[in-house]
């Protein structure tokens, strides 16, 4: 036990010193001839789904040994069966790793009874950011963020999947802003656009993945302007304005414009926590109690998949211009985002229920 | 003209060797999952996805598509020969189809559908080379509340599939409105009558209640006939092959109209693709002038929905191109095949990427030719299915469907699911309840309360002043007046049961508790819903519950001869009783239990068939064996899941 411990510090230590992947692959964790299984606890051709398949092929050929990575789809319940079952019977040995989307996160961080793992304990190995802007049809007669303050008089609806997920933290940001916003559920993604296109729902918003490639053409046929980003970290943990829109003010400048003092408290605490998440919009973890040694093999090789030139196009397409968060950056911004306290917590579920008589 | 040249381009890689290759694999891989009950394109597609990664583009839409184009043709051949659809998209084409099967003329009903289908599936390649040119403005018009609309529509079908009795069909379809309540609700993310199964949050898989409802009473009833399925002797089985091709010239244009109603409705947001083929066979039965013939084999009721089936892949793929949204679920996959394949579907994808547009649309179009081609070949040999002895088709058939359930969402409540809803249809065939109802009434459900809800929250009542929406409701009016009025001038039906004695009235009564529990249920869960969550299933479990009230009223206190009693069991004689069949399958899933899937279908074929056929004999053993193995290579070439059972810890090989 103690051996084991020295052992995965000084491979620690050692691979922090030389930063770079070459050394962990020579370690001894070698999967030749293995089969490596990922849950997909959503179903084949989903975006979790596409996600998975993205690292699963990549992985074999980066791992130490070359095994095979097959993708298991196991859907239903927002994730969360096929997560339980992650929790239940992957085994920490490396055979078995997980591809998660920030809301089947939010459904265990929010206590669903039947999110039956413990997610803190998991060992993130990347989390891949979907940073966020707002958008309004210009039905509404905005065209820009310099008109925030009109869109205060009219009635803006907004379309989600559900209450579940990072809706909450949406609706809880516009009304600090002041908006009126009625939200209308069960509408999300492609049915979504259209909606807004029609001008049935008249405030979205989007990825930078989901802006460029469907909202960037109705912007510039003057249907929707977008309104604001909700900004994005910099290298040090400033939250800065997302480098995909530069010329957009971030959520906290146009809180600050109309309530003229900066977001502050649990608002801010929370705000801040939406960031984490969007930050971990899609991610694959590892179980708990994976050994040090695998944990770091599979972080060289998730390094190595990005940084390939090889890849470069693919990549550049496929993760946009944020920064991924790998290893203990991983660990880092996972902690921060699930830190929900019970202060938090309250304060969240009696604005819910208040505003829209919601339970959390 | 730049849009003809890239057409040609794209026809002519599509010929060239790897593509054509690819688009036969497809094709081949579909025409398998389409003859195999239960799975269907969805499940097709998302075995092929693990191979589409990395592939070139036009190469993997090739096989895509071709698997799409052919599971809607080749899942003709379960649901005519067995009454067993073969996928859920075409449960419609058993109600005519099978009948004619059983009459011997199988091969005539296989042929007819394929034409039929040929017919659609090219027309709807066509709709969708002129849609996606056109389209934009349509689909954007049709809002939320005209989507509530053509659900209202679709539901106004349940109106001709009542079955033995039109308030009895309306009963069932209620149940179907309610149980399709189950799980989240949508306006308020609460839960509704989950039981706290995780299982039950996304509420009853349609795959479930499809094949069993459907699947489970036909495959007792081919085991307690004791007979082969087909009446007719061996020789005459693979004739009728030209008469189905002609059946089709002779109703062209039937085909014509229901093609169009396929394209049209799949292009359509709000229905997904699932009500579509129960539409087209409404149209048919409404439209006809003799329809005495419906349900028991008219080749109509084959057309119909066989040519919309198939249009409406075509133009459920409208929407997946010109804005990235799926026309339906399988579309949902084949999106997520596109973007793993490098390309991103969505608004300007037609433009962009407009050669990859037209290998969709020449892969459709020539896999649906090939597709019927070999359905066509097949016709001869697959009908002579219809002359196996019933104890062999019995067993197998159970295996495959339970391993299909399993697919949905690979929980071992899947299996328990599916045989508590095989159960209730083999009960609802006995006493005359319509199953097509139900399945409808559950599938529009959450469309329904959804659509509801949305058109409100956005528009108030206000939608109901759009054009369209107003259209749609003389539409609807006009649907339901047909109905009524052609079922006031029908004759009485003569169920050929004589007057119920009391026996009759406690048994059917008995079943009708079901119905009326289910209904309590929901009502008292419903009262602890916030308003929104509990204003639809409220509504829908008193409205059932009181015309399932006005049933009881007459099973009770009714005549004898009121034709609102029905049990099947006194119009056939020599039947086993099912308690017999429900007992095999309890057997069967304890099996699975212990021994794995792999082990306990094998031993439960081999079992059944002794059972059946004794004594045993070698031919029982070789396909005993040949089931196993087949399960085995299955799980291993394609990691396809299996339920997990006691024994697979101790023994590495099973799956």
Not at chain 2, 141 to 158: D, H, K, P, R, Y
Not at chain 2, 334 to 352: C, D, H, K, N, S
Not at chain 2, 492 to 518: H, I, K, N, Y
């Amino acid at each position: 036990m103690k051996q084991n411990f020295l052992a995965a510090a000084a491979a620690a230590v050692l691979s922090s010193a030389f930063g770079t992947s070459s050394l962990a692959q020579e370690s001894t964790v070698d999967f030749s001839g293995k089969r490596i299984e990922m849950i997909v606890p959503f179903k084949a051709g989903g975006a979790t789904d596409v996600y998975g398949r993205f690292f699963a092929g990549k992985l074999g050929e980066h791992l130490p040994g070359n095994p095979t990575v097959v993708v298991s789809n196991i859907p239903g319940a927002g994730g969360m069966p096929g997560a339980n079952q992650f929790e239940a019977r992957a085994e920490p040995d490396g055979t078995a790793l997980i591809a998660m989307t920030v809301s089947t996160q939010l459904n265990w961080l929010f206590e669903d009874p039947a999110a039956q793992f413990d997610l803190k304990e998991w060992r993130p190995l990347i989390l891949t950011p979907q940073r966020e802007v707002a958008l309004v049809h210009t039905d509404t007669g905005a065209s820009g963020p310099e008109d925030i303050e009109a869109l205060q008089d009219v009635e803006l609806r907004y379309a989600d999947h559900s209450v579940r997920g990072l809706s909450i933290f949406r609706l809880l940001g516009f009304d600090g802003l002041d908006l009126d916003v009625t939200p209308v559920w069960g509408v999300s993604g492609g049915p979504a656009r259209i909606a807004m296109e029609r001008g049935e729902i008249n405030l979205a918003f989007a990825s930078s993945a989901a802006y460029r490639k469907d909202y960037a053409s109705m912007v510039d046929s003057g249907i929707v302007t977008p309104i604001f980003s909700y900004g994005d970290f910099d290298a040090d943990g400033n939250i800065v304005r997302d480098p995909t829109f530069p010329e957009l003010p971030t959520y906290l400048e146009l809180y600050e414009q109309i309530n003229g003092s900066d977001l502050s408290g649990s608002e801010r605490a929370l705000y801040e926590m939406h960031l984490q998440f969007t930050g971990a919009s899609k991610s694959l973890f590892l179980p708990a109690d994976t050994p040090d040694d695998i944990y770091d093999a599979y972080v060289a090789a998730i390094r190595d998949i990005i940084d390939d030139p090889a890849y470069a196009e693919e990549n550049a397409k496929f993760f946009g211009e944020h920064d991924q968060a790998v290893g203990d950056k991983a660990r880092a911004n996972m902690d921060q985002a699930l830190a929900l306290g019970d202060d938090l917590r309250g304060y969240l579920g009696d604005w819910l229920k208040k505003k829209y008589d919601l339970d959390l | 003209m730049d849009v003809w040249v890239t057409a040609l381009d794209a026809l002519t890689t599509l010929f060239s060797p790897g593509h054509l290759s690819y688009l036969l694999l497809g094709v081949l891989v579909g025409l398998g999952v389409g003859i195999l009950p239960g799975l269907g394109g969805l499940a097709g597609l998302s075995l092929l996805l693990p191979f589409v990664y990395g592939m070139e583009p036009s190469q993997a839409l090739a096989m895509m598509v071709g698997l799409l184009a052919i599971t809607t043709t080749s899942d003709t051949f379960p649901s005519v020969l067995m009454g067993i659809p073969g996928t859920s998209g075409s449960q419609a084409t058993v109600m005519d189809g099978f009948p004619m099967a059983k009459r011997g003329e199988a091969a005539r009903a296989l042929s007819a559908a394929f034409g039929a289908s040929l017919f659609g599936g090219v027309f709807g390649a066509v709709i969708l080379s002129i849609a996606i040119l056109f389209a934009r403005p349509l689909i954007l018009m049709m809002g939320f509340g005209e989507q509530l609309m053509l659900v209202l529509f679709a539901l106004t079908m349940v109106g001709i599939l009542t079955g033995s009795h039109p308030l009895k069909g309306l009963a069932a379809c209620g149940v179907g409105l309610v149980l399709g309540t189950i799980g989240f609700a949508t306006s308020t993310g609460e839960l509704r009558m989950a039981l706290g199964q995780t299982y039950l949050y996304d509420g009853f898989p349609l795959l479930i209640i499809a094949i069993g409802l459907f699947a489970i009473p036909e495959i007792f009833e081919i085991l307690g006939r004791k007979q082969t399925i087909s009446s007719s002797s061996q020789q005459k089985l693979g004739h009728g092959t030209v008469a189905g091709l002609r059946d089709v010239l002779r109703h062209k244009w039937l085909v014509l109209r229901c093609s169009g109603i396929g394209a049209l409705i799949g292009m359509l947001p709000g229905l997904g693709g699932v009500v579509i083929d129960w539409i087209a066979y409404g149209h048919v039965v409404q439209s006809a002038r003799d329809k005495s013939r419906f349900g028991k084999g008219d080749v109509r009721g084959v057309l119909a929905p066989e040519s919309a089936n198939n249009a409406k892949e075509g133009g459920s793929l409208v929407p997946t191109l010109l804005f990235g949204v799926p026309g339906s679920a399988t579309m949902a996959v084949l999106l997520g095949g596109l973007v793993l394949v490098g390309i991103e579907p969505g608004a300007g994808m037609v433009q962009r990427n407009l050669d990859l547009t037209f290998t969709i649309i020449w892969s459709l179009a020539i896999a649906n030719i090939v597709g019927t081609l070999v359905c066509l070949s097949l016709v001869r040999p697959i009908s002579k299915l219809t002359t196996i002895p019933y104890g062999y088709i019995g067993p197998v058939v159970i295996v495959i469907v339970f391993s299909a359930a399993f697919q949905a969402t690979r929980d071992w409540l899947d299996l328990i699911a599916l045989f508590g809803v095989g159960v209730l249809g083999v009960y609802m065939k006995r006493f005359g309840w319509s199953r097509p109802a139900l399945l409808i009434g559950f599938f529009l459900s959450k469309g329904l309360e959804d659509s509801v809800y949305q058109a409100t929250q956005i528009y108030g009542f206000s939608f109901l002043q759009r054009p369209i929406v107003i259209l749609l409701i003389l539409v609807i009016i006009a649907s339901v007046t047909i109905t009524f009025v052609r079922a006031r001038n029908a004759p009485e039906p003569d169920t050929g049961q004589g007057p119920a004695t009391r026996s009759v009235r406690v048994r059917e009564m008995g079943f009708l508790l079901v119905f009326a529990a289910l209904c309590i249920w929901a009502f008292f869960d419903a009262l602890q819903r916030t308003y929104l969550a509990q204003i639809f299933p409220l509504g829908a479990s008193i409205v059932t519950g009181a015309i399932l009230a006005v049933i009881a009223y007459r099973f009770a206190r009714g005549s004898g001869a009121d034709s609102i009693h029905y049990d099947e069991v006194r119009t056939r004689d020599g039947r086993r009783t099912v308690h017999v069949y429900i007992g095999w399958l309890i057997g069967f899933l304890i099996a699975v239990y212990l021994l794995g899937l792999v082990l306990a279908a094998g031993l439960f074929v081999l079992a059944m068939i002794v059972f059946e056929l004794r004594p045993l004999t070698w031919q029982g053993v070789v396909v005993a064996i040949m089931v196993s193995a087949l399960l085995l290579l299955l799980s291993h070439v394609l990691n396809l899941k299996f339920p997990p059972s006691l024994l697979q810890p101790l023994v590495p090989f099973l799956p």
